[in-house]
């Protein structure tokens, strides 16, 4: 039961204990889970901004508690799971064939604005807020305020990384670093959330965020893309497996991959403990039969992904060693939140890779996201680089209910390409094997060997199994044809969830990797 922790009546999971406890006194103070999911986004909006911000994305899952679930009464139409899509879409200037003229094969990674689609945060938490809200937003703001007026210690996650941004311009805030705990103040990001709380979502697209935005772009974007709002309520996918539903966001989102991985899975053989490189061996072949046509399928307006006989197809596949299935690192944050009504949210937010592009709005000092590494360059592929185009995203959350509805768990994790394999471990432990949260989050990982950003999706050489310290399954793989390699202090993302217990109790635990992460109950 190592690192779980029970709450009665409401818990908040996440990489930081200062969100965490903003999102519980909001809880404390008679808001709902989505206040206080969105009080501990906005203090990670100051706290992690190398993971997260107000200059990224957002993709959140609700579920909307005991009144809508069968146990309790009957499913509304759309049954109790809503998928909330705040990502961001490029700007009118977006011009593939002017990058390809370039020389570009690819989007740019880093240091370019075109990589930098409209960002979605903002509009994510004002919807949100909208539909299940309680606590005026400048209440749920106030603890991210202070943090960010009076300041916050580097966390040490934070600190050896604002290294890597401290001569860039905008970036002021964050050049001071020297260590953990050092004092860190960021007045920008506090007249942007007080912004949001009194002018909504105009005080920031259309006010000192928005006109440095405007000025930085030199063209990309215009005022018309930053008056369009990003954040849209969407149907969400889901599949039947170890006698759950399990759910997640449709495109741009990957997560059809970690459903579609679950739906193979469920249909395979699987040893009796995951100590056997059998239980790996499953996992991997289901996440490569899922996964090795990505890039190829993933664009804002894909279907069809998660049918039976697609499930079947592919599970077909698992047989097969010459699929490839590249992986890429990212940096992202996950968050969820159950309040004591059943309202739980499952929210993922990110920037991409780390603090982004390295592109900071010049009067906020908010660093950008660069998600538009996802668009494509190939002309006419369906994710091609245009304007107010949504690019593929990473972003991964998972949410599962039990068959009547009713809420079993929320999870979700960071780790870019990755996000689909780490989640399929911790769920299949958590279903299948009966593993608590704690346990299922600390395990040792397996992952797909990753390259040096997120345009490995196109490498043309096989899947590398990565192995974290403490697997035991290296021998076992490698006799099984996978090609192997162990991963000291690897990243293995971050990942946390909440278990809902047949008596109403909640189990948590956050990810011993994440170091300062909480897991923090009322």
């Given at each position: 039961m190592r690192n779980t922790r029970y709450a009665p009546s409401g818990m908040v999971c996440s990489i930081d204990h200062l969100a965490s406890a903003a999102g519980v006194t909001a809880l404390d103070r008679g808001g709902s889970a989505a206040d206080a999911a969105i009080a501990a986004n906005a203090v990670l909006a100051v706290t992690s901004p190398h993971m997260c911000g107000l200059g990224g994305d957002l993709f959140t899952l609700v579920h909307d508690g005991p009144a809508q679930?069968?146990?309790?009464?009957?499913?509304?139409?759309?049954?109790?799971?809503?998928?909330?899509?705040?990502?961001?879409?490029?700007?009118?200037?977006?011009?593939?064939?002017?990058?390809?003229?370039?020389?570009?094969?690819?989007?740019?990674?880093?240091?370019?604005?075109?990589?930098?689609?409209?960002?979605?945060?903002?509009?994510?938490?004002?919807?949100?807020?909208?539909?299940?809200?309680?606590?005026?937003?400048?209440?749920?703001?106030?603890?991210?305020?202070?943090?960010?007026?009076?300041?916050?210690?580097?966390?040490?996650?934070?600190?050896?990384?604002?290294?890597?941004?401290?001569?860039?311009?905008?970036?002021?805030?964050?050049?001071?670093?020297?260590?953990?705990?050092?004092?860190?103040?960021?007045?920008?990001?506090?007249?942007?959330?007080?912004?949001?709380?009194?002018?909504?979502?105009?005080?920031?697209?259309?006010?000192?965020?928005?006109e440095g935005l405007l000025e930085l772009g030199s063209g990309e974007y215009t005022r018309a893309d930053l008056e369009r709002d990003n954040a849209d309520w969407v149907e969400p996918l889901r599949v039947r497996a170890f006698g759950h539903d399990v759910w997640s966001a449709p495109p741009n989102s990957q997560g059809y991959l970690l459903l579609l991985s679950l739906g193979i899975l469920d249909g395979l053989e699987l040893p009796p403990s995951t100590a056997h490189a059998a239980w790996a061996h499953a996992l991997a072949r289901s996440a490569r039969a899922a996964a090795h046509d990505r890039d190829a399928l993933l664009h804002e307006h894909a279907t069809g992904l998660l049918s039976p006989a697609e499930i079947e197809r592919r599970r077909a596949l698992t047989g097969r060693g010459d699929l490839k299935v590249p992986a890429a690192d990212g940096d992202t944050t996950y968050l969820c939140a159950v309040d004591g009504d059943g309202l739980a949210v499952s929210l993922i937010q990110s920037n991409a890779s780390g603090f982004g592009s390295f592109l900071f709005e010049p009067r906020t000092g908010i660093n950008l996201h660069n998600r538009g590494i996802g668009f494509s360059l190939e002309p006419g592929h369906p994710a091609e680089y245009g304007p107010g185009r949504r690019p593929p995203h990473t972003l991964t959350p998972a949410l599962i209910t039990r068959p009547d509805g009713s809420l079993r768990s929320v999870a979700g994790t960071m780790g870019g390409d990755a996000q689909p394999q780490i989640l399929l471990q911790i769920i299949t432990r958590l279903l299948r094997y009966g593993q608590s949260p704690g346990e299922a989050i600390a395990a040792p990982r397996w992952r797909f060997g990753s390259g040096t950003g997120f345009d490995t999706w196109r490498r043309a050489e096989g899947a590398v199994v990565e192995l974290e310290d403490g697997t035991g399954w290296r021998d076992g793989l490698a006799a099984l044809g996978h090609r192997v390699s162990a991963v000291p202090g690897g990243a293995f993302g971050h990942a946390h969830l909440i278990d809902v217990?047949?008596?109403?109790?909640?189990?948590?635990?956050?990810?011993?990797?994440?170091?300062?992460?909480?897991?923090?109950?009322?």
């Open positions: 679930s069968g146990s309790h009464g009957p499913v509304r139409d759309g049954g109790p799971v809503h998928a909330l899509n705040a990502s961001g879409r490029a700007g009118s200037g977006a011009d593939a064939g002017r990058l390809r003229a370039e020389g570009h094969r690819r989007m740019p990674h880093r240091l370019d604005v075109r990589s930098v689609p409209v960002p979605g945060c903002v509009d994510g938490w004002l919807a949100l807020h909208a539909r299940y809200g309680r606590l005026p937003l400048a209440d749920v703001f106030a603890p991210a305020v202070r943090l960010a007026r009076d300041g916050f210690p580097a966390s040490p996650l934070l600190a050896p990384m604002a290294r890597e941004i401290a001569d860039r311009p905008g970036a002021g805030d964050l050049a001071g670093i020297r260590a953990a705990g050092d004092r860190v103040r960021r007045p920008g990001v506090a007249r942007a959330l007080e912004a949001v709380a009194e002018g909504g979502r105009a005080g920031f697209y259309l006010g000192e965020f928005g217990l047949p008596d109403g109790m909640l189990a948590g635990a956050t990810d011993p990797r994440a170091l300062t992460g909480a897991a923090i109950g009322r």
